[in-house]
């Protein structure tokens, strides 16, 4: 009798191991904890909500971001497939509908993976503090000036560094710049001191790849697939790009310094089923079948509020602060979120990973909202 306890008890604690998945083909799909047809009911409203920009993805940057000044594309841009998603509860696949293993820009959720490989390198002690300033690590004349020199990892991270100066041939001012006179007024302003004032900036998003690619030596794409998406189980298929003119010298040998978007084309080119991995690995703290892929202490700083804004944590993990960004979700609830709208929704308390692709921003609460209610107690 004893053994046959032991027995049941292994057996228990077995089942009570949560699941990752082995390789796309074998991701089990089970449907089981959601009623059906509420699910087919959030499916449908997610694929009625397509986003209405054009499929042809340059023509979409030329009607939106091209008409900036500077605003010329650098990078690779591809056509889009239609409206996707994907739905894994627990590990495992609830819904998929769209083209799930199509590869897609994924604009800004690109920059949670330029965030990542800063991680790894704080990780692995090739930097010691993100509160450090960026300059004692880069010292290729970006943050030697004014109060550029007083930038830290943290001011990058979190997108409060007021950067100056010209990146790649596109000046700091030059992204999402307002219109009419104000434009002149707003580049030659005095910039604020680093962690004072938020900017959504894309420039200084690839500031941050071009430093984490000098604490490396290595290509960042490189560092990624070794050390996050090859042991996550991810698929050959992805690729990561960066501008035509963005190539540096790294001891003798020319590298491409990767975007952080698709801004002016490039970035993070990725199916839905890779970047539902990189959720779940997310949503589970760091953490993939027993090895600790990223630090804890990491994933609690990206999701910590920025001061000066709250619904930010870390490039680009966006908050539920207040219940302000998706009401129907709990406020520990988090996502990695991109143009188009492409977002992978994290809700931790529920083990619940959501991937949308080219769906209007606006939707995400609706679909979310019907999913929760889709699910059973």
């Given at each position: 009798?004893?053994?046959?306890?032991?027995?049941?008890?292994?057996?228990?604690?077995?089942?009570?191991?949560?699941?990752?998945?082995?390789?796309?083909?074998?991701?089990?799909?089970?449907?089981?904890?959601?009623?059906?047809?509420?699910?087919?009911?959030?499916?449908?409203?997610?694929?009625?909500?397509?986003?209405?920009?054009?499929?042809?993805?340059?023509?979409?940057?030329?009607?939106?971001?091209?008409?900036?000044?500077?605003?010329?594309?650098?990078?690779?841009?591809?056509?889009?497939?239609?409206?996707?998603?994907?739905?894994?509860?627990?590990?495992?696949?609830?819904?998929?509908w769209g083209e799930p293993d199509r590869v897609d820009m994924t604009f800004s959720v690109t920059k949670s993976f330029v965030s990542t490989t800063v991680g790894l390198a704080l990780a692995?002690?090739?930097?010691?503090?993100?509160?450090?300033?960026?300059?004692?690590?880069?010292?290729?004349?970006?943050?030697?000036?004014?109060?550029?020199?007083?930038?830290?990892?943290?001011?990058?991270?979190?997108?409060?560094?007021?950067?100056?100066?010209?990146?790649?041939?596109?000046?700091?001012?030059?992204?999402?710049?307002?219109?009419?006179?104000?434009?002149?007024?707003?580049?030659?302003?005095?910039?604020?001191?680093?962690?004072?004032?938020?900017?959504?900036?894309?420039?200084?998003?690839?500031?941050?790849?071009?430093?984490?690619?000098?604490?490396?030596?290595?290509?960042?794409?490189?560092?990624?697939?070794?050390?996050?998406?090859?042991?996550?189980?991810?698929?050959?298929?992805?690729?990561?790009?960066?501008?035509?003119?963005?190539?540096?010298?790294?001891?003798?040998?020319?590298?491409?310094?990767?975007?952080?978007?698709?801004?002016?084309?490039?970035?993070?080119?990725?199916?839905?089923?890779?970047?539902?991995?990189?959720?779940?690995?997310?949503?589970?703290?760091?953490?993939?079948?027993?090895?600790?892929?990223?630090?804890?202490?990491?994933?609690?700083?990206?999701?910590?509020?920025?001061?000066?804004?709250?619904?930010?944590?870390?490039?680009?993990?966006?908050?539920?602060?207040?219940?302000?960004?998706?009401?129907?979700?709990?406020?520990?609830?988090?996502?990695?979120?991109?143009?188009?709208?492409?977002?992978?929704?994290?809700?931790?308390?529920?083990?619940?990973?959501?991937?949308?692709?080219?769906?209007e921003g606006g939707s995400v609460d609706g679909v979310l909202q019907r999913i929760f209610g889709a699910m059973k107690q």
């Amino acid at each position: 009798m004893q053994h046959l306890a032991l027995l049941l008890l292994a057996g228990w604690a077995l089942l009570a191991q949560p699941y990752y998945p082995g390789r796309h083909e074998d991701w089990k799909r089970d449907a089981s904890g959601f009623d059906k047809s509420k699910l087919a009911e959030a499916i449908a409203f997610a694929q009625s909500h397509e986003s209405k920009t054009p499929r042809d993805l340059k023509l979409a940057h030329d009607y939106s971001f091209g008409r900036e000044m500077y605003g010329e594309a650098q990078g690779p841009f591809k056509p889009r497939g239609p409206m996707t998603g994907v739905i894994v509860h627990k590990g495992v696949i609830a819904a998929e509908w769209g083209e799930p293993d199509r590869v897609d820009m994924t604009f800004s959720v690109t920059k949670s993976f330029v965030s990542t490989t800063v991680g790894l390198a704080l990780a692995d002690g090739l930097i010691r503090s993100i509160d450090e300033p960026v300059r004692k690590y880069v010292t290729t004349g970006e943050f030697d000036k004014g109060l550029n020199a007083a930038i830290t990892w943290d001011h990058l991270l979190r997108q409060t560094s007021d950067w100056e100066g010209t990146l790649w041939g596109k000046p700091d001012w030059a992204d999402r710049p307002p219109v009419g006179k104000a434009v002149d007024e707003y580049r030659t302003r005095n910039h604020n001191a680093p962690g004072t004032s938020y900017k959504y900036n894309d420039v200084r998003v690839n500031l941050l790849a071009l430093a984490s690619l000098q604490v490396w030596r290595q290509p960042l794409p490189r560092i990624l697939k070794q050390r996050v998406m090859d042991p996550i189980g991810a698929s050959s298929t992805w690729r990561w790009y960066g501008y035509d003119n963005a190539w540096v010298n790294v001891d003798g040998v020319m590298v491409q310094s990767v975007a952080g978007g698709g801004h002016w084309g490039g970035g993070m080119f990725i199916h839905a089923l890779d970047m539902a991995r990189f959720g779940l690995l997310t949503v589970r703290n760091g953490e993939w079948n027993g090895k600790r892929i990223l630090n804890p202490e990491w994933v609690r700083l990206a999701t910590t509020p920025t001061k000066v804004q709250p619904n930010y944590g870390f490039m680009n993990w966006y908050l539920n602060t207040g219940r302000g960004q998706w009401p129907s979700a709990p406020e520990s609830a988090f996502a990695h979120v991109g143009n188009g709208t492409n977002i992978i929704f994290c809700d931790p308390s529920r083990d619940l990973v959501v991937v949308l692709r080219w769906i209007e921003g606006g939707s995400v609460d609706g679909v979310l909202q019907r999913i929760f209610g889709a699910m059973k107690q």
